[in-house]
């Protein structure tokens, strides 16, 4: 399983972009990339997945250079209510089998 | 409708006795999962049951014991509670659809060991 690496914490004011970087070394070829957002007193939530370059969908962009050693999450114009905590995972072809979270990120927006 | 339900919500039990966390998924997923979260909130994969089969069993402790009277369900059993036990525990399914793999999580039950 790829190990991977992020910040513990970010704080970011209101209506700021926010990227979230994830370091993957050791991450094999078939696993894509899969980040989940838990805000408090919730399960975590899948935001996006994505295997090389670029992704985007209504809540976030990921972006995957070419040696996919790590990933950037980005939060367009972030929101109070952004405020929680985003893990990332290196899921395999087997991916289900494989949903191991790190410690995760927890960003703080600031009114 | 709920994805994937569990209850109790809440549970406060005292140290020895057992008590059962129940979970459905509503999604038709072949894969369910029960993750521990405790008061640091590291979330840690406990059991994954896929088609009925143990396929991931982290190392916890014996008194936990995973329940799957079919595909849709994922019961945690936990004998002779201890105070460490207490944490929120979540189910969650999933279904491997090639690129596709998202997982869905419960509302989560808190544990409460007194």
């Known amino acids: 399983l790829a190990k991977t690496t992020q910040p513990i914490s970010m704080d970011s004011y209101e209506g700021q972009e926010v990227n979230i970087t994830c370091s993957h070394n050791n991450i094999a070829t078939n696993d894509y990339i899969t980040w989940y957002q838990q805000f408090p007193s919730q399960g975590p939530r899948f935001i996006i997945q994505g295997y090389k370059t670029k992704v985007t969908n209504e809540v976030a962009s990921l972006f995957i250079p070419a040696d996919r050693k790590s990933s950037t999450l980005s939060l367009p114009r972030v929101s109070l209510s952004d405020t929680a905590v985003y893990y990332c995972l290196a899921l395999g072809s087997t991916g289900a089998n494989n949903l191991f979270f790190g410690t995760g990120t927890r960003l703080t927006v600031i009114p | 409708d709920t994805a994937v339900s569990q209850t109790p919500k809440y549970l406060v039990t005292q140290m020895g006795n057992d008590k059962s966390i129940k979970c459905e998924q509503n999604l038709g997923h072949d894969t369910m999962y029960w993750y521990k979260q405790d008061s640091k909130k590291f979330l840690k994969i406990m059991f994954s049951?896929?088609?009925?089969?143990?396929?991931i069993n982290e190392t916890v402790p014996n008194r936990f014991s995973p329940k799957s009277p079919d595909k849709a369900h994922l019961n945690l059993h936990i004998n002779s509670l201890e105070l460490g036990d207490s944490a929120v525990y979540f189910c969650a399914s999933s279904q491997v659809r090639g690129r596709d793999t998202e997982a869905f999580f419960g509302q989560g039950t808190r544990l409460t060991v007194v």
């Open positions: 049951y896929n088609n009925k089969e143990l396929i």
